[in-house]
């Protein structure tokens, strides 16, 4: 009976695994190969103060740059906010910007940077890491450095980070601190990305923060920027955009029908999934929301329209982008913006697990990171980033999704989104292993 089920629950995985929670409307993988340079792109045409750094950043920046050439046209149209991290491509990332960044004036350029603490590196640690970034990216100082993806309060406070810093400073190869943070990871302890943020913010060191925000994951974003904001912090926004496709999901339960007999309890949560992403592709149909391009237009527009956040950070990945989605700058969020995301948030917001917010994540019997594994499929599935997000997957030393097809949902009855988010783990676990 035992491998029956086992059976059963690779077949189900493989039949589905392309249909996790809805993510950033799909791009071209990063780092492939640029089309023809554009030689008119769209010019950037709002920049906002950066809180205290005084900085005047591009409303729209560009995070993870993985090609010099499709970099170098964004920083032509007047893109000045580069995010990038010592984790991105194990330092190609940086590597990257140097290259693009090349006979620039450095001064009209805001190039910030990430160091994970994850298991808590000493001050000479961080230091050392610190001066690689540096040597990766080719310049004699860094604007900001951010702790990346800080996970709770407490690390908030870590003392050989900030020793670290200061010693950055005092030797002028830092300007600025900043933090990040989407919400827990899977070895914190369990704090909600406002919580951490808030508690950065009443901390005082930290002159930029990162953070994520869009129509549907608005809460925490909005009581987090209007602190920053009194404060004087800088901000910028990550996952900006929460609508995926959600034209092909019926199909896709269909077909993970005809290709097998699952065990009943199987059976019943695909044919819920289907009936859910059935009635979802009818609401789009029925209220014309099948311009995926509109639908990302006003995404973006939406977090544009907040003037407490100053930049928001897109991945690029080729030239077509750079011309189509700096052409949302200083655009406006219209009422017909209004009406498309309403729509959708009414029609298809419970398909999206809500990145940094982790609500469910205590109430799981097994332990299973539920915002860490959705965040990892978020990459495989919507950046087209597919051999990271199974490196990190396959890394995570916790309870995977697969434990998932064992359990009673819990974490679904805790769900203030009636997010169906045990079907959608147990499809995450089928991509990020290729089951």
């Known amino acids: 009976m035992k491998t029956k089920n086992r059976m059963d629950r690779r077949l189900f995985l493989k039949t589905s695994a392309v249909a996790a929670g809805a993510g950033i409307l799909s791009v071209p993988a990063q780092g492939a190969e ?12 709002e920049y906002r103060t950066l809180g205290r750094t005084g900085f005047k950043a591009s409303d729209i920046g560009v995070g993870k740059p993985l090609n010099a050439a499709v970099l170098g046209a964004l920083l032509d149209a007047g893109v000045n906010y580069i995010d990038t991290a010592e984790g991105y491509g194990r ?30 590196p000493s001050k000479e640690q961080i230091l050392s890491r610190a001066y690689k970034c540096l040597d990766r990216l080719q310049t004699g100082y860094l604007d900001c450095m951010m702790m990346h993806s800080c996970g709770n309060v407490e690390a908030v406070k870590y003392k050989p980070f900030h020793d670290a810093m200061a010693q950055l400073k005092k030797e ?30 009443a901390d005082g060191r930290f002159d930029v923060m990162l953070l994520v925000y869009n129509f549907l994951k608005r809460d925490m974003g909005e009581k987090v920027l209007e602190v920053c904001r009194k404060k004087n912090i800088g901000t910028t926004l990550m996952k900006v ?10 199909e896709r339960f269909e077909e993970a029908e005809k290709k097998g007999q699952p065990t009943e309890r199987l059976k019943g949560l695909v044919a819920r999934m289907k009936k859910r992403a059935g009635q979802a592709r009818d609401f789009i149909k029925k209220h014309n929301l099948t311009d995926n391009e509109a639908i990302r237009s006003a995404a973006y527009r939406f977090v544009l329209d907040n003037k ?23 655009t406006g969020f219209s009422g017909k ?27 799981c019997p097994a332990g299973v990171p539920v915002n860490t594994i959705m965040r990892y499929h978020h990459y495989f599935d919507a950046q087209g980033r597919e051999k990271h997000a199974l490196q990190k997957y396959a ?31 147990m499809m995450a676990h089928g991509s990020l292993t290729l089951a």
């Open 395 to 425: 890394a995570l030393p916790t309870a995977k999704a697969d434990r998932c097809f064992q359990c009673s949902g819990m974490c679904e009855t805790a769900c203030p989104y009636g997010v169906p988010i045990q079907g959608l783990l």
């Open 91 to 120: 330092g190609q990332s940086e590597k990257v910007v140097a290259e693009a960044i090349k006979n620039r004036d450095r001064k009209s350029l805001f190039i910030n940077s990430k160091l994970s603490m994850r298991g808590n």
């Open 337 to 363: 913006d209004q009406k498309t995301l309403s729509a959708l948030s009414q029609g298809c917001g419970d398909l999206y697990c809500r990145h940094a917010c982790g609500a469910c994540e205590s109430k």
């Open 34 to 45: 640029p089309e023809e340079k554009k030689t008119n792109p769209t010019k950037i045409k």
């Open 308 to 330: 407490n956040a100053h930049s928001a950070l897109f991945n690029f990945s080729n030239f077509e982008q750079v011309d189509s989605m700096l052409g949302i700058s200083g």
């Open 241 to 250: 955009n929460p609508v995926g496709s959600y034209h092909a999901y019926k």
């Open 172 to 201: 002028k190869k830092l300007r600025f601190v900043g933090l990040s943070n989407h919400g827990g990871n899977y070895n914190d302890v369990s704090e909600s990305m406002e919580k951490v943020l808030l508690a950065a913010a």
